[in-house]
């Protein structure tokens, strides 16, 4: 039988548990209120007891080098851009492939394609064109903030007045400086150079390699005077110290001296020293006999990669390769030299012959050199020098002044 106090103490119980019970559903349905409800958390590093203040503190950070890095992107895609490989390696992965034609050894240079190199060269411009670009914007700024300061009327119309006079003594000098343009030489580009882009003018250019020697090459010369025309003589050093005389008379014949290395050897098989070392004795013995400096080369076999460009425009030279090779050193007869120069003949081109060599071959082209220059001479073509068919690549305007009508 169950007692009042028994009683007392099931009924609090029970009271209990429905409260309990209340609780519980209360906590499930609001999980904000429940003291059961865990709160989620970022998580922890397990060495780093304050990592979420470290955190914190490293977004801050983060945020902050944001602005610099945007500031420092246009130098720094500059600079990429700029060491980025001119030469596509796919296309000299063969120039180690050499051909032989009769006794002599012809490096099969000449079918690359020279267009790649161009428009990687224009990318690189490009990217150099949005630095200057966004040095232009820079300066504008700045100007347009000088334009922003206070001035009173008086200091305005005083500078004004300098202004003025000013702007009218640069009228006087454009005045009497605006029949010239000043031009200066374009700094070397690791890159060949076959042709002059100009089509419009027909020019072209003929071109004599590996003299000058005691024989060959004064029958040249002696046929270049007889037709009034110049040329460009791309010399070995080697044979120009022991041919001095013959080397200034191209020179006082109004001839272009250029550079072709001093005894003709593979720029691609030999190391930097060695073919810095032929680059400046060669240029030294031109300069020492015809007083000119040069800064045109042609590289042995026109055999290349982009290590050995690369040196030549570290050096200060130009490459001038061909567009025209009739390959007059193989011996083949006067005939097919001047028809290949015909098949082949466009304005601005570059025409590769030789004023020494080969007894079996020479005398094939001093055969042919006359119906060469008479047959350009009747299509209406200027035979010129390498620099002045080269004019626009070679050379840049410095200073561009408006002509007077």
Known sequence: MVTNGKKYLLKNFTIFLLLISFGLLVGCSFPFTSIFTVKPSLPIDQDSPDSNTDNQNNLDSNADNQTSNQNNSNNDTNSDSNNQPIINEDLVSNLDKEKTKGNVKYIGFEDLDNEHLDNIDDKNSDSLDD???????????????????????????????????DNETNETEQDENSSKHYKTEAVPAAKIIKNSPNKELKRVALTFDDGPDAYFTPQVLDILKEYDVKATFFI???????????????????????????????????????????????????????????????????????????????QGFHNIHWSIDPRDWSGISSKKILNHIKENLEPGAINLLHSSGSSDSIPNTIKALPQ??????????????????????????????????
Request: no cysteine; proline share 3%; net charge negative.
């Open 236 to 314: 070995l050093g080697i044979e120009g110290n022991k041919n001095r005389d013959v080397l200034k008379r191209i020179d006082e014949e109004g001839h272009v001296v250029a550079n072709h290395s001093w005894n003709h050897s593979n720029f691609t098989k030999i190391s930097k020293k060695k073919a810095i070392d032929e680059l400046q004795r060669t240029n030294q013995l031109i300069e020492e006999v015809t007083g000119k400096p040069n800064s045109l080369f042609r590289l042995p076999y026109g055999a290349y990669n982009r290590k050995v460009l690369e040196i030549i425009a570290e």
């Open 372 to 405: 060469i220059i008479e047959y350009l001479h009747g299509q209406g073509y200027e035979l010129v020098t390498v620099p002045e068919l080269l004019e626009d690549v070679l050379e840049v305007n410095t200073v561009e002044v408006n002509t007077k009508d």
């Open 131 to 165: 630095n200057d670009n966004n040095n232009r914007d820079q300066n504008e700024g700045t100007n347009s903030d000088k334009d922003m300061n206070p001035h009173n009327d008086n200091d305005s119309e005083s500078n004004n007045d300098i202004d003025n006079t």
